[in-house]
């Protein structure tokens, strides 16, 4: 038998701008059965309303619902309910849960939360990210993105953005909302939450696997297509363009550096540490599907990169490459910082830490 206290549990993180409808999204994913063996901290507690769900309190932070799961209120620091959480859970007094979702507050941004769970040496022995859920108010969508930076910030960390409201806004609208999300964040599916019938991320999780199919998706962003929602048509990625009219104000956009030959692992984490150094705070994600040079590998070892903010995940490496294309792509989502002076930085750091025999890797800006 596995001793839980070697296991590393996924943790989930649902966010989104205030109203959006995050307590209602949480409600159904807790109503199905497959949501047992979930552990939830919600910072507005007493807001969820789940008693039509509850088994009973386990104390006065706790309750159980009667599918299995737990919620509890998130009081201080998140790294001490999570410890405290997992402290009851091996001491028997919690069910033996496999999973956790944060649920952030309105006005909060993903990073920090990734960063608590990426950053201490003890809790990323007992947790790790899984996804980020980022709930989208259609009706007031385009006044948040122009007002609230928080807004951005949610919208680009996600890996799975939930509309809401879709119901009540005209068919413009929407069209307008989606292009938007599509500019600025490509790498993250869409998905109608008033609609959706199933929640992929509770499968996704219950094998205790990562499963945001990271490489499937820049091989399509790199494409050109999106993922669509469920009965759409693709929406088309608008690599390497900007649409003013929809990002005016934010100064926020996305594009991918496409990479031809494999790339040297030095070079690149050196450029990208100097980079996320001098350019945390504009950098709002970076995603990309990469080829590192490696004995064995004629195409590079294909290796998945994550990062938002001043952040970097630990790299993926795959087994192998997703498709027939095996060039490097990295897509950034960005705010304030041009996709000229990012070129120009990489192409500069390049020529100098190339190795001589192989010259400059040849970069594009879209597949």
């Given at each position: 038998?596995t001793?839980?206290a070697?296991?590393?549990?996924?943790?989930?993180?649902?966010?989104g701008?205030?109203?959006?409808?995050?307590?209602?999204?949480?409600?159904?994913?807790?109503?199905?059965?497959?949501?047992?063996?979930?552990?939830?901290?919600?910072?507005?507690?007493?807001?969820?309303?789940?008693?039509?769900l509850?088994?009973?309190?386990?104390?006065?932070?706790?309750?159980?619902?009667?599918?299995?799961?737990?919620?509890?209120?998130?009081?201080?620091?998140?790294?001490?309910?999570?410890?405290?959480?997992l402290?009851?859970?091996?001491r028997?007094?919690?069910?033996?849960?496999?999973?956790?979702?944060?649920?952030t507050?309105?006005?909060?941004?993903?990073?920090p939360?990734?960063?608590?769970l990426?950053?201490?040496?003890?809790?990323?022995?007992?947790?790790?990210p899984?996804?980020?859920?980022?709930v989208?108010?259609?009706?007031?969508?385009?006044?948040q993105?122009?007002q609230?930076?928080?807004w951005?910030?949610?919208?680009a960390a996600?890996?799975?953005?939930?509309?809401?409201?879709?119901d009540?806004v005209?068919?413009?609208?929407?069209?307008?909302?989606?292009a938007?999300l599509?500019?600025?964040?490509?790498v993250?599916?869409?998905?109608?939450?008033?609609?959706?019938?199933?929640v992929?991320?509770?499968?996704?999780?219950a094998?205790?696997?990562?499963?945001?199919?990271?490489?499937?998706?820049?091989?399509?962003?790199?494409?050109?297509?999106?993922?669509?929602?469920?009965?759409?048509?693709?929406?088309?990625?608008?690599?390497g363009?900007?649409h003013?009219?929809?990002?005016?104000?934010?100064g926020?956009?996305?594009?991918?550096?496409?990479?031809?030959?494999?790339?040297?692992?030095?070079?690149?984490?050196?450029?990208?540490?100097?980079?996320?150094?001098r350019?945390?705070?504009?950098?709002?994600r970076?995603k990309g599907?990469?080829?590192i040079?490696?004995d064995g590998?004629?195409?590079?070892?294909?290796?998945?990169?994550?990062?938002?903010?001043?952040?970097?995940?630990?790299?993926?490496?795959?087994a192998?490459?997703?498709?027939?294309?095996?060039?490097?792509?990295?897509?950034?989502?960005v705010?304030?910082?041009s996709?000229?002076?990012v070129?120009?930085?990489?192409?500069?750091?390049?020529?100098?830490?190339?190795?001589r025999?192989?010259?400059?890797?040849?970069?594009?800006?879209?597949?």
């Open positions: 038998m001793d839980i070697f296991e590393v549990l996924p943790v989930g993180i649902l966010t701008f205030l109203g959006s409808g995050k307590t209602t999204l949480l409600r159904r994913w807790l109503q199905g059965s497959a949501a047992g063996d979930t552990a939830v901290l919600i910072n507005e507690f007493g807001d969820v309303g789940l008693d039509h509850l088994v009973g309190a386990i104390d006065a932070d706790t309750v159980l619902l009667d599918n299995g799961c737990i919620c509890c209120s998130i009081r201080g620091e998140l790294k001490e309910a999570l410890m405290r959480l402290s009851r859970r091996q028997g007094e919690l069910p033996a849960f496999r999973r956790v979702l944060i649920e507050t309105g006005l909060a941004t993903p990073g939360v990734l960063g608590t990426l950053g201490d040496t003890q809790l990323r022995h007992h947790f790790r899984a996804f980020v859920a980022t989208v108010d259609a009706l007031h969508a385009e006044r993105q122009a609230h930076p928080e951005i910030a949610q919208v996600a890996d799975t953005l939930w509309l809401s409201k879709t009540l005209a068919p413009g609208q929407a069209t307008r909302l989606l938007l599509a500019d600025l964040n490509p993250a599916r869409q998905l109608d939450a008033p609609s959706a019938a199933s992929p991320w509770l499968d996704d999780l094998d205790g696997a990562s499963r945001d199919d990271t490489a499937g998706w820049i091989a399509r962003v790199a494409a050109g297509t999106l993922r669509p929602r469920a009965g759409a048509s693709p929406v088309p990625a608008r690599i363009g900007t003013a009219q929809q990002l005016s104000g934010t926020a956009r996305s594009f991918c550096l496409v990479f031809e030959r494999p790339l040297e692992w030095f070079t690149l984490t050196l450029w990208l540490t100097l980079l996320v150094h350019h945390g705070d504009r950098l709002l970076i599907l990469l080829g040079a490696a590998f004629a195409h590079g070892q294909p290796t998945v990169l994550h990062g938002i903010g001043h952040l970097m995940h630990p790299p993926e490496h795959l192998d490459w997703p498709d027939d294309d095996r060039r490097s792509r990295l897509v950034f989502i705010q304030g910082l996709e000229a002076d070129r120009a930085s990489w192409e500069a750091f390049e020529r100098f830490y190339a190795p025999e192989a010259g400059p890797n040849p970069l594009t800006s879209k597949a």
